[in-house]
């Protein structure tokens, strides 16, 4: 079992940064893709950006260039270092764990990967 578990939400002003963490136990073994996603009321769920146990990533056009996943082996810990927040990004950011093993089924799937385990959220939030 895995549970994600987010932190780093907060507001910022337009043009300013945040950097969430997501600490989730097991994620470099059965389960090799960990994203994150943003959900705002009323709206469909989006994929922000993804990253394999490789290292290799994946990026939602709205947020190439400005936004950046990486990853701590050591801590079993993902990151998301948000730049140049814009008006369009606020929203609940939830962590995600899955695979792009075949077969392994999950509630959401995104970028070549399901994922079967979400964090809670944490809540950003960004003033003009």
């Known amino acids: 079992q895995v549970q994600p578990v987010e932190s780093g939400g907060g507001s910022v002003q337009a043009g300013g940064s945040l950097k969430l963490s997501c600490a989730a136990s097991?994620?470099?073994?059965?389960?090799?893709?960990m994203a994150w996603f943003r959900q705002v009321p009323g709206k469909e769920r989006e994929g922000v950006a993804l990253?394999?146990?490789?290292?290799?990533?994946f990026y939602a056009d709205s947020v190439k260039d400005r936004f950046t996943i990486s990853q701590d082996y050591a801590k079993n810990t993902v990151y998301l270092q948000m730049n140049t927040l814009k008006p369009q990004d606020p929203a609940v950011y939830h962590c995600?764990?899955?695979?792009?093993?075949?077969?392994?089924?999950?509630?959401?799937?995104?970028?070549?990967?399901?994922?079967?385990?979400w964090g809670q959220g944490t809540q950003v939030t960004v003033s003009s």
């Open positions: 995600a764990a899955g695979s792009s093993n075949p077969g392994y089924g999950g509630t959401w799937s995104w970028a070549g990967c399901d994922f079967r385990y």
């Open positions: 097991g994620y470099r073994y059965s389960r090799n893709c």
């Open positions: 990253i394999h146990v490789g290292g290799s990533t």
